[in-house]
């Protein structure tokens, strides 16, 4: 089926991304909207780190594109201009997916290759200047600290993840054939810990609910 577009914007990333995300509209002009967009950078078995990167795109209303431009359209060198990258979080491990909070602005969550869920505060995470490489030096370059880190999956839980959109929850499901579903009206009880042996610590949340009943790998998730 052809499908007809009114508008097309492209950037030619250093690195593939598997997952990206609509945040919300910062900005409403005349001729366009400033929108919120999120997405991963997999940087693979090299010796940069992973990222997660917040940027802001120019999205013009339907009908109000230049013909012109459109024609000229190519992804082959050089960017539109219309996306334009805020902040880099070095983020431990591949983003396999991601989604949005939807009650708290700013607030992604991501699965990696783990049994974890990293929530992440984009709103204050710190920026990587640059991709680092993972050694500077005689030690390890340190990825960012989530604002919190879901446990409660045995195995490892690596793309079914969703959020509600009426409540603060966050479902994921796993090799471990376990649904399980945090509250993340739960953080100011959440217990400090210190990931990966790091001198750094943060909070980490045990699921309100498990479900059982798989019996294989969950595969997909979905809240209403």
């Known amino acids: 089926m052809p499908l007809m577009y009114d508008w097309l914007a ?16 910062l900005q409403r002009c005349a001729d366009k909207v400033v ?3 999120f ?12 990222t997660l990167v917040l940027a802001k ?19 082959r060198g050089g960017n539109s201009g219309k996306l334009q990258t805020e902040k880099r979080i070095l983020h431990p491990g ?8 939807h009650q708290r602005e700013g607030l992604v969550c991501t699965h990696s290759d783990t049994s974890a869920v990293y929530v992440w505060d984009t709103n204050t995470a710190a920026h990587a200047v640059q991709n680092k490489r993972r050694k500077t030096g005689g030690g390890s370059t340190a990825c960012a600290m ?21 409540a603060p929850y966050v479902v994921s ?5 376990l649904v399980l579903l945090w509250s993340l009206d739960d953080l100011s009880n959440a217990q400090q810990w210190s990931p990966g042996g790091e001198t750094r610590t943060g909070p980490v949340l045990y699921p309100k609910s498990k479900f059982y009943g798989h019996t294989d790998t969950v595969e997909a998730v979905a809240c209403h």
């Not at 795109?57 to 992804?75: E, I, M």
């Not at 499901?173 to 054939?177: A, R």
Request: aromatic share 8%.
């Open 94 to 101: 591949e983003v396999n997916a991601l989604r949005l909070c």
């Open 39 to 50: 997405y991963c950078e997999r940087t693979g078995e090299t010796d940069y780190l992973n």
């Open 146 to 166: 989530p604002a919190a880190t879901l446990v409660g999956h045995e195995k490892m839980a690596q793309y079914a993840i969703d959020t509600a959109r009426k």
């Open 57 to 75: 795109v120019h999205v013009p209303y339907g009908g109000l594109s230049d013909r012109q431009t459109l024609g000229r359209f190519s992804n």
């Open 173 to 177: 499901g796993g090799q471990d054939h």
């Open 35 to 37: 929108q919120r967009l």
């Open 10 to 25: 492209h950037r030619n990333l250093q690195w593939p991304s598997s997952s990206a995300r609509w945040g919300p509209v």
